[in-house]
Each structure stands twice: as structure tokens, then as C-alpha cells.
């Protein structure tokens, strides 16, 4: 069983960043971030597929957040640039054994962090 350890959250102003890391404890073939909201679903937020480097992220958050890998420590950062209000959520850190299928939906997900919460001030 693969751990995740997530820390980074926080409060920040509009226009503000944060960075997220998520450690674990064994290996994964792809590591993902997604983040839930109040009263809404898990949403996909962004995607690392080891073997090969490729990620993947969700539109909303092109061109502001970006993955960070650090091979070293098993970790994976989230840098959350420009951020907007309507990215306040808790924001989980999960990863997958296996490559394969669609990395945008959380039931693929084999390991789930404990989550972190981000919010964003107007």
C-alpha cells in the first residue's frame, strides 16, 4: 500500500501562489491533483505519467499551475500560479499502480492523500 503525504495549502489573495507537494512512500505509475469544492464533485486538476515525463492538466488551470517532479524524493509539487477565487477547494494529492485509461477521472486512482485545503481571497 502506497502512502501519500500531502502539505502546502494555505490562504492567498487573488493573484497569489501556492505550491503543493505530495510525497509517497512507494511507486506509482502516474501521480495526480484534483480538487473538490464545496457541494461539488472531485474535479481533475493535472496529471503525471512517470514513464515517459507526459503530463496532463485541466483547462481551467493551464498556463497557471504547473507539475514539478522531484525523481530523488518520490514527490510531486503542484505550483499554483494566478490564483482565482474559484479555486478554493481541498486538494488531493492521488496516485495509480498502473498506466493506462483515463487519468481524469478520480476512480481510476488507486492511493488518495489526506487533502489539503487552498483558499483564495477576492
Known amino acids: 500500500q502506497v502512502q501519500l503525504v500531502e502539505s502546502g495549502g494555505g490562504l492567498v489573495q487573488a493573484g497569489g501562489s501556492l505550491r503543493l507537494s505530495c510525497a509517497a512512500s512507494?511507486?506509482?505509475?502516474?501521480m495526480g491533483w484534483f480538487r473538490q469544492a464545496p457541494g461539488k464533485e472531485r474535479q481533475f486538476v493535472a496529471a503525471f505519467v512517470w514513464s515517459g515525463g507526459t503530463t496532463y492538466s485541466a483547462d481551467s488551470v493551464k498556463g497557471r499551475f504547473t507539475l514539478l517532479i522531484d525523481n530523488t524524493k518520490n514527490t510531486v509539487y503542484l505550483q499554483m500560479n494566478s490564483l482565482k477565487p474559484e479555486d478554493t477547494a481541498v486538494y488531493y494529492c492521488?496516485?495509480?499502480?498502473?498506466?493506462?485509461?483515463?487519468?481524469?477521472?478520480?476512480?481510476?486512482?488507486?492511493?488518495w492523500g489526506q487533502g489539503t485545503q487552498v483558499t483564495v481571497s477576492s
Open positions: 512507494g511507486r506509482t505509475s502516474v
Open positions: 492521488a496516485g495509480r499502480r498502473l498506466m493506462g485509461g483515463s487519468y481524469y477521472s478520480p476512480g481510476t486512482y488507486d492511493y
